[in-house]
């Protein structure tokens, strides 16, 4: 079991003018695994609004997967990563290569998504696309190993990790 | 319609000691776009002078895309990638990505191949190897997305990207 | 020819709980190539314990490739990647990009390691994974690099790869 707050990064969907549809689908998603949405939010396209609220929501202590949706094009608006990578400890570039390549089976400009993952403390960062159908496709293709991600970064298989190190 | 300005690094080339047949190539591939190549230069491995030349380009405004060729690989003067990373504002990993993966199915030394992607202001710039053979494989990889990444970074699809952040 | 350096960073193996069974691995590999081992050593997972003894090596001149296991995960001692970071010029992306694509042939966990590359002076680091069976698929990834690999680093094909830049 772990707990997951959804961040929606879109200045059109901070100003109440358009649905957030890609929110939902993270939802949905997220509902297939042991895992409980314990926050939710809406932020604009601006790099420390968006760095504050990843590092509110990771510092509390009860959250453990961060994902946003949103601002990891080319746009000048596009700064989600770099608000990511401002609050982070830790890469975790697969998780992003991942979800580029199998963004390409489906689309060519799939290259262009800049998404990161990464640790603050004990809460996983991931950043997936704006669009419901690029959030459904990255989503699917990270959701097999988030609860074994989150697992470690509680400590709850420490014994394990430390063993399987050298082992 | 974007423009490109190349940028061959090369000591030899600089020097006048080698026929710069990768910077033909580019040029080549790109008359296949909608695409003008309004600049065209050789600088030698030297880190700030390839830096300087790419500030040069990238804040004239007329310049969407520059593709540069050479000095990615592991040597002691390769510091194209270094130079870039120096004048960019965000990184796009997936072109660098998609480019070494389309590589390595013909040579497993494209995992050598150190070239990164970024943007500053509003152009895009790409580093593509040193080898003519390389820069056709590269290229290759990245043409079916160029003219959409330049109209995202000049604004000419700002709606449509903004409303596909959350659609 | 080349010189391999092994260095295991595990903080069970530095207090001799656990047999380095993942640096037995990569001995008996990297004896496939051209290559000796002159230098092993097991270190605890501490960062700036780790960055010293790369520096040490790296710095010596007479070891041309450190391969580390151990230290790439999620868990909060994880942190070979930041280690390493944190003492080369440049990095070799290629290298752990190969290694995760082909980890993620055997499980979907390969996505989770966050292994870097990269070159000090004329000295290539590359982190593995820390399990033997992580180590073995990783290290299979890239051996057919290696000796390419530390032939240019030390110069020994310095001409060619000038010439191959351009031409």
Redesign the interface.
Known sequence: MFTVAIL??????FRGE?????GDVIRQMVSRLEAQVVEYGIVPDEGPIISAKLKEWADRGDVDVIIT???T???????T??ATLAVV??????????M??EG?KQT???????GVAG?RG?C?IVNLP???KGVAEGLEA?L??LT??AD??K?RT?DH???????
């Open positions: 929606t990064i879109s200045d059109m969907g358009r649905i957030d549809a890609s949706t949103g601002g094009g080319l746009g000048p608006r596009d700064v990563p770099e400890d830790r890469v975790v570039p697969g998780l992003a290569e991942v580029r390549a390409l060519p400009y799939a290259m262009l998504s800049r640790i004990q996983l704006g669009s419901p990270i097999p190993v074994h991600a470690i970064l400590g420490t990790s430390s063993a399987s190190k050298v082992e």
